[in-house]
């Protein structure tokens, strides 16, 4: 598995600059949000858990998006002080890399390729780098690269018009130490220095995808991918079992206990309303998934099977009036950084691996802290919040698409009884 990623970030953006002056071509505006949220919260959906940001040009803009929007996101950054070329960026980032295999990616572009299927030819070939590709048509925009009928890389053909043939995606998994290992200087392009010039000395392989690809990197193409990755607005008619309700637990299905955790089922009580608001839902949607933190257990304060029987009373009482909750996950850590600790989205992409029918923009995340809304975000979920405990949060708010005063309310919204 590929759990790293260097994030290249740290380039001039001059042929953007004219709709984006004075920022880093990686926090230009898509959808309402930078493009760089985009491209890590598809990587982490990938298995991605840490990343280094290889950063450059108006670099504090990047760490100060980052510190303020991935708090708990495990990451690091390096900077470039002066150009070193995308070979050179690459070299310095790998020093900051923990694991051996890594994955590279450009800020500016989004490529949904399957990073599974890439490390298992990456490590069956113990290719020194695995390309990711991308089959397109009529274009001149992009070389073309040549590859053998077992994925080899043959050669790479320079930029010009072309009927059809496999661009370069601009993803890469390298093996740190044969990267490290190479005699190159400080500043080289990692295409020109490395890749062409080594693709005939050098176990370079190729894996094409065809799946979403689209580079920012000119005004055009910016505005394509704002098209491209808006989602629909939210409305009740649009609802059916195609979609998915993710669930926080407490707070949103049973009464908080204060400043505490609840530890046993003798302590567990339902809001009003909420057996049968699911036994609606259940009729209502496909999958229903709880998602819930129980930092209690990492603490000491109950044990795994005190939480077992918590959900299996909770589960047993809504199958009782007719509900049902098709899976429950909970992250016990109390580390703030773990992967599956909300607002990191782990938990929605195990469900994922789990569901594969699962798709984020038919899947609502329903919680009542911002911590919630901000797990809904990160992996591409609209998002409900409950005003259960939280009545004061202001609203509206970028986080939130709708805002209910329980979970009964939303069933009968959703339901075409309330709006």
């Known amino acids: 598995m590929i759990r790293e990623a260097i ?51 108006k670099h504090e803009q990047i760490q100060a998006y980052l510190s303020t929007y991935f708090p708990t996101l495990n990451y690091d950054t390096v900077i470039e002080q002066e150009p070193l070329g995308t070979g050179g960026a690459i070299t310095l980032a ?5 694991q051996q295999q890594v994955l590279v990616l450009n800020g500016d ?11 298992r030819m990456h490590a069956e070939n113990q290719a020194h780098c695995t390309i990711l590709l991308k089959p397109l048509t009529h274009f001149d925009r992009y070389g073309v690269v040549h590859t053998e009928s077992n994925g080899q890389i043959r050669s790479f053909q320079e930029k010009q018009a072309i009927e059809s043939g496999q661009i370069n995606a601009g993803v890469y998994l390298i093996d740190k130490q044969k990267m490290l290992d190479e005699e190159l200087t400080v500043k080289y392009s990692f295409e020109k220095d490395f890749l062409e010039r080594l693709v005939t000395e050098r176990k370079f392989f190729g894996l094409a995808q065809d799946v979403y690809f689209r580079d920012i990197g000119i005004p055009e193409d910016h505005q394509l991918a704002d098209r491209e990755l808006r989602a629909l607005p939210l409305k009740p008619e649009y609802i059916n079992k195609q979609w998915t309700l993710f669930l926080d637990r407490d707070g949103v299905l049973n009464h908080e206990k204060q400043a505490d955790y609840i530890r046993s089922s003798d302590e567990f009580k339902f809001y009003d309303g909420v057996p049968e608001a699911l036994a609606q839902l259940s009729e209502h949607l496909g999958k229903i998934v709880v998602v819930t933190n129980q ?26 009036v007719g509900g049902r909750i098709d899976r429950i996950y909970y992250c016990t850590s109390i580390d703030n950084h773990h992967p599956d600790r909300k607002p990191n989205p782990g938990m929605a992409y195990r469900a994922r691996q789990e569901f594969p029918e699962i798709d984020p923009a038919r899947t609502l995340m329903v919680g009542n802290k911002h911590s919630d809304m901000l797990f809904g975000r990160n992996a591409g979920f609209y998002t409900c919040y409950l005003s ?27 339901r075409g009884i309330e709006n």
């Open 7 to 57: 994030v290249l970030a740290g380039g001039l953006g001059t042929r953007l600059r004219s709709v984006l002056p004075d920022q880093p071509k990686c926090l230009a505006p898509v959808a309402d949000l930078p493009f760089l949220f985009h491209v890590i919260n598809y990587w982490r959906s990938q298995g991605i858990e840490r990343f280094v940001f290889s950063l450059g040009y």
């Open 94 to 98: 790998l020093r900051a890399c923990q």
């Open 388 to 414: 259960t405990t939280n009545p004061e949060f202001d609203f509206p708010h970028p986080d939130i698409d709708k805002r209910f005063e329980s979970l009964f309310s939303l069933s009968q919204w959703i």
């Open 295 to 320: 930092r209690g257990v990492g603490k000491g304060w109950m044990t795994e099977a005190d939480l077992r029987d918590i959900h299996q009373y909770m589960t047993r009482t809504i199958e009782s």
């Open 109 to 119: 572009t989004l490529f949904r390729g399957d990073l599974h299927l890439a490390a």
